[in-house]
């Protein structure tokens, strides 16, 4: 729970002040004075008097009531400091700056819990330890710099590190980003990123409240809160981009089925960003270069117009948007002509729309009107305009800032020479407008938000599946891979077509019922796990002869407990499979199947329980889509079938969480059908 204290607190006390503004608790104090922080401002330290101008307090005792306690002590004795803060001196709100907790040792981590233990019983709220503070309109409660500009529609970021959230801050400050807040969680002991999410959810307001969230995650410790809050801020009006670190760890796990090869911890973390409609990022500048295409008006369309006077620039950006599903379509007609005749000779209106290093501001605004009012066929506009060093630039920036005032299409202005003409980016970015120095960060954040996902809707409609039937099966399963009965069972249960199939154990039954399946059939070793590899699948095996020949060389194969016998179907062979991932509960993933998962390793992934129109994205999704639409007069697969399949092993794994992988590979895709034909589950209870 996240108090009124630690938002807005009348009164701070810091712990550990001193006069050395290069140590924590002297730079916080600092700061907070720096930054006119409005209520009454305490300082304890036992050794001093006077500190930065301000009356100290020996100890915490000698305190009146205070709101905000922001510690920077030796972790030993934060316990009894927090003890006598929530027992005397009602305070609800702490910052603990203060290393040597969870992170260094065991004895740190009895220490925190103790901490938590402690404001827990009084309702308090706790960001740290391990921290470097909070930063917000309020007060500037953090040890370091650089204190961005502070503006209630700036952004709200939460960060679980606090050098990142520097480095960030960095990042976003010289392109003109502004905040609202900013909150370095630490050791997450009470209050994780999860948790700051949800209080700026619950207390949304659209007429107050940023509508730019941006978040810097190490460990999603509880996914379905992030889903939670994170859905329902984007519905509300909000946007949010986010860098989730450190995923690449457990990729090369080994796993025994393709789904559990292919599912990384990774892939759920992409997965869980995608339903909630979260803009994953993976660096520092493009975090903050999609945070600032967020702050200008959306993105309506794909169109874009690219305004230059420098054509290495527009060429570089036009290639980044044509490479990234953006268009910079071309321009022509009368409209066209007349404007290319307000411009020197030599410039070009065909997009883009290049106006010479000569180009002046009038000239400028005459572009820009005639993309608003004139070319129907454009949504956006980037203008890039930097200098050489040889004059001022200050008319065309302020004629840019006027235009952005009225434009009704976006406008994104790529000032580039951030050297040569450092003080009329000051100028520009003190009205309040943002840089985009670099055109191809900025194409590929317009991209990425252009095309990212909406959340999913709050209530999934799931299809119809026999949820009694499952759960018997289940329940009297070991761990391990089910055998194929219960397999077939559950397949049926869910709803997911599957061949007609026999499990044999002698070469008389082999082939009376491959006859009675009716030839010819495909013969499947049970038992190993990759069947093609050791030689374990033969097809469209024709007569009784083979039959029997075959069925006494694949028992030989290692492992081999029986032999599977279906007809021998046709179509596109596909995959769908399902994995547990610790945490996020089951991401079910999609694609071409047979030797092709393995050879492209093309494949989408969602986060059970699945939408329909999640399952279409998936698969519309794939780069193999073509073949499955039909490529070169080939017939497609029924993809409202796939789709459908897809949704049923999400619907199934709900159902059965203690389902740990699970492969359907491949099934066959056809214009009027979709079979399973192998399938693979395995049980951990």
Request: a negative charge.
């Amino acid at each position: 729970m996240i108090t009124k204290e630690l938002i807005s607190p009348k009164s701070i006390v810091v712990v550990g002040g001193t006069d050395n503004i290069h140590a924590p608790g002297g730079k916080v104090l600092k700061n907070l004075l720096d930054g006119n922080f409005a209520g009454d401002l305490y300082v304890v330290n036992p050794k001093k008097d006077e500190i930065q101008g301000l009356k100290v307090h020996h100890n915490v005792e000698e305190l009146p009531n205070v709101d905000l306690a922001i510690m920077a002590i030796a972790a030993k004795f934060i316990p009894d400091t927090v003890k006598t803060l929530t027992e005397q001196k009602f305070t609800k709100g702490f910052i603990i700056l203060s290393a040597g907790f969870s992170e260094e040792n065991e004895e740190g981590a009895r220490l925190e819990a103790q901490v938590v233990e402690q404001i827990n019983k009084y309702d308090g709220s706790l960001i740290g330890p391990n921290c470097i503070g909070v930063l917000n309109t309020n007060y500037n409660g953090v040890f370091t710099t650089p204190i961005p500009s502070l503006d209630p529609k700036g952004v709200d970021f939460i960060s679980g590190s606090g050098a990142t959230a520097v480095f960030i801050m960095e990042s976003g400050v010289p392109k003109g980003l502004t905040f609202n807040s900013v909150y370095s969680v630490g050791n997450s002991a009470q209050l994780g990123v999860e948790e700051v999410l949800e209080y700026l959810d619950e207390t949304f307001d659209v007429e107050t409240s940023s509508l730019v969230k941006l978040l810097y995650i190490e460990d999603i410790d509880k996914p379905e809160k992030l889903l939670k809050h994170a859905s329902s801020l984007i519905r509300k009006g909000c946007k949010i981009a986010a860098i989730k670190s450190g995923g690449s760890e457990a990729g090369s796990r080994a796993a025994s089925s393709h789904t559990g090869a292919l599912a990384s911890p990774d892939v759920a973390v992409d997965a869980l960003f995608k339903k909630s409609g979260i803009v994953r990022c993976h660096s520092r500048e493009e975090l903050t270069t999609v945070a600032s295409v967020f702050m200008h008006p959306q993105l309506t369309g794909k169109n874009i117009a690219v305004i230059t006077h420098a054509g290495g620039p527009a060429v570089m950006l036009t290639d980044t948007l044509s490479n990234n599903g953006l268009d910079v379509p071309h321009i022509e007609g009368e409209k066209a002509d007349e404007l290319v005749t307000k411009l020197f000779p030599g410039s070009s209106v065909a997009n883009p729309i290049d106006f010479l290093a000569t180009g002046t501001a009038e000239q400028l605004g005459d572009i820009i009107d005639a993309v608003n009012n004139d070319f129907d066929n454009i949504d956006a506009m980037v203008v890039i305009f930097g200098s050489p060093g040889l004059f001022p630039v200050y008319d065309v920036y302020d004629l840019l800032d006027e235009k952005m005032k009225n434009s009704r299409k976006p406008i994104y202005p790529v000032l580039p020479s951030v050297v040569n003409v450092a003080d009329e980016i000051k100028h520009f970015l003190a009205k309040g407008r943002i840089n985009f120095p670099d055109e191809v960060l900025l194409g590929e954040a317009l991209a990425k938000v252009y095309n990212n996902s909406k959340p999913v809707e709050e209530n999934i409609q799931l299809p119809e599946i026999d949820k009694t039937k499952i759960r018997s099966i289940i329940d009297t399963c070991d761990n391990g891979y089910i055998n194929s009965e219960k397999m077939m069972g559950l397949l049926d249960a869910a709803g997911i077509s599957r061949a007609g199939e026999a499990v044999v154990t002698t070469k008389e039954e082999a082939v009376e019922r491959a006859n009675a399946l009716g030839l010819p059939v495909v013969m499947k070793v049970v038992g190993p796990i990759h069947k093609s590899d050791v030689g374990g699948v033969v097809l469209n095996v024709n007569d009784n002869q083979t039959i029997v020949a075959e069925f006494e060389r694949m028992m030989q194969i290692k492992d081999t407990t029986a032999i599977l016998i279906q007809p021998m179907l046709s179509g596109t062979e596909l995959f769908v499979g399902a994995k547990r991932e610790d945490k996020f509960g089951h991401m079910v993933l999609c694609g071409l199947g047979g030797i092709f998962i393995e050879v492209l390793e093309d494949v989408q992934a969602g986060l059970a329980p699945l939408s329909l129109d999640e399952t279409y994205s998936m698969i519309q999704n794939l780069n193999s889509y073509g073949i499955i639409k039909g490529a070169r007069g080939q017939e497609g697969v029924n993809e409202d079938m796939f789709a459908e399949i897809v949704q049923r092993v999400a619907a199934l794994v709900s159902v059965a969480p203690e389902i740990f992988e699970m492969d359907l590979n491949p099934l066959l895709g056809s214009k009027d059908k979709v079979i399973a034909v192998d399938a693979r589950i395995r049980i951990e209870k």
